[in-house]
């Protein structure tokens, strides 16, 4: 059974960094795209950071300079480095894996900003 375990969150006070890590147990296939989204209290849920197969990555345009995502792919766990935080960023983060036969999320971390 495939789970993806995220941690990292935290409260943290604005310009700080957090680094969220997400870890997929079991065995996942032909991964296609590896992701961050964030959903605030009565907000859509947004893509922030993505990253595929190849290694193309895409962030959303509110932390371009100040999110960073990469991956091990050894060991299945994409990460996001997060810096200069601001009160704007606080939300529950979710991590997403793609696949051809699934998409897998994980259960969320909290990410709570201070001004």
């Known amino acids: 059974q495939v789970q993806l375990v995220e941690s990292g969150g935290g409260l943290v006070q604005a310009g700080g960094s957090l680094r969220l890590s997400c870890a997929a147990s079991?065995?996942?296939?032909?991964?296609?795209?590896m992701g961050w989204y964030r959903q605030a209290p009565g907000k859509q849920r947004e893509l922030v950071a993505g990253?595929?197969?190849?290694?193309?990555?895409n962030y959303s345009d509110s932390v371009k300079g100040r999110f960073t995502i990469s991956r091990d792919n050894a060991k299945n766990t994409v990460y996001l480095q997060i810096d200069n935080l601001k009160p704007g960023d606080t939300a529950v983060y979710y991590c997403?894996?793609?696949?051809?036969?699934?998409?897998?999320w994980g259960q969320g971390t909290q990410v709570t900003v201070s001004s």
């Open positions: 990253i595929t197969s190849g290694g193309s990555i």
């Open positions: 079991g065995s996942i296939f032909g991964i296609r795209a």
């Open positions: 997403n894996i793609q696949s051809p036969y699934n998409t897998y």
